[in-house]
């Protein structure tokens, strides 16, 4: 999930208030580029155990899928510098192509597989049963390089009934770490709220951007009562933030200073982290300077409830 498009990201990023750096990053290493904002990395608590994650991960829909050999040497240094950042979340599934694989081997020849926190996911669609779940899951973990996956999530509300009670048997037998359930779209929010209340989920998956609010009214206000800490796919529409940002050739707002903000992605990620029942946004990132501009959203001051209608405003008003 959290798709990004690299061209109008890109363009986006060339407008933001450090504009003169950011038209920067087409022509210099990526590991030139001036230092993120101070600050120690803002890092939110897993409620069912404490454990202390990043606020921001990555997301290896699309680009970790079929990577050809410059690709996964141009992914290798992204996952290298995001762990340097002190970035510690990745997102994939087996229904992105090879992106379990890909993300498994970079992990491998980084040695970084014990730092990170690697989830992925589980589906059994279409009339699968128990024996097909755990062979995916099996298969997962072949691809992923690992004898564990810290967090296991049903995709998209698939067939939950059967595997959650899966899940809770492999987390009993501590082959996962922790459960949960995903969604990308309003029409499974309901489902997805009875399962919240019906069983013990460690973990949501949802989308969340500037421009799709709707998670903010009931789904992520019930993770907060009920325990459940919360990714958040799709922080960015698709693109489509981007977009509309471009459509107007609009620039940062002065005020964006005040919460140490220098680029549109920063602006729409640290909106979406200052909730406080995100526990993580896994934005796509498949270039390294777009992980050093994801990772500056993990420092700094966020923006508060009075900041968060600003920005609301600003962006609806383009």
């Not at 996956?149 to 492999?170: A, F, R």
């Not at 009920?226 to 796919?233: C, K, M, S, T, Y």
Request: hydrophobic share 45%; glycine share 6%; charged share 25%.
């Amino acid at each position: 999930m959290a798709l990004d498009n690299p061209i109008s990201r890109r363009d986006a990023m060339k407008v933001g208030v450090g504009a003169g750096l950011a038209l920067a990053f087409d022509r210099v290493p990526a590991f030139a580029l001036p230092p993120m904002q101070g600050g120690g990395l803002i890092q939110r608590a897993i409620p069912s155990s404490g454990e202390m994650l990043p606020v921001v991960g990555i997301g290896t829909a699309r680009n970790y899928e079929n990577p050809d050999a410059e690709a996964m040497a141009r992914l290798k240094t992204v996952l290298a510098k995001y762990a340097e950042l002190g970035g510690r979340v990745i997102d994939t599934a087996p229904a992105y192509g090879s992106a379990e694989t890909v993300v498994g081997q970079l992990l491998a020849d980084l040695k970084t597989r014990d730092k990170t926190f690697l989830a992925t996911k589980v589906s059994v669609r279409g009339g699968g049963t128990r024996e097909t779940a755990i062979a995916q899951m099996e298969n997962s973990m072949k691809r992923l390089q690992t004898d564990h996956i810290d967090l296991m999530q049903v995709w998209n509300v698939s067939s939950p009934d059967l595997l959650i009670p899966l899940l809770e048997e492999w987390k009993a037998a501590k082959k996962i770490r922790y459960i949960g359930v995903t969604t990308s779209s309003d029409g499974q929010y309901e489902p997805l709220e009875a399962l919240m209340k019906k069983y013990k989920l460690d973990f949501i998956q949802a989308d969340l951007a500037i421009n799709n609010r709707n998670s903010q009214e009931r789904l992520l206000p019930l993770a907060a009562d009920r325990g459940i800490a919360v990714l958040i796919d799709l922080p960015f529409g698709r693109s489509s933030v981007f977009t509309k940002t471009l459509a107007v050739n609009k620039p940062l707002p002065d005020w964006a200073a005040e919460i140490d903000v220098t680029s549109w992605p920063q602006l729409f990620l640290k909106y979406i982290v200052s909730n406080p029942a995100v526990t993580t946004v896994i934005p796509g990132t498949e270039r390294v300077d777009y992980a050093i501009d994801n990772m500056s959203a993990a420092r700094g001051r966020l923006p508060d409830a009075a900041m968060r209608k600003r920005i609301e405003a600003y962006f609806d008003a383009l």
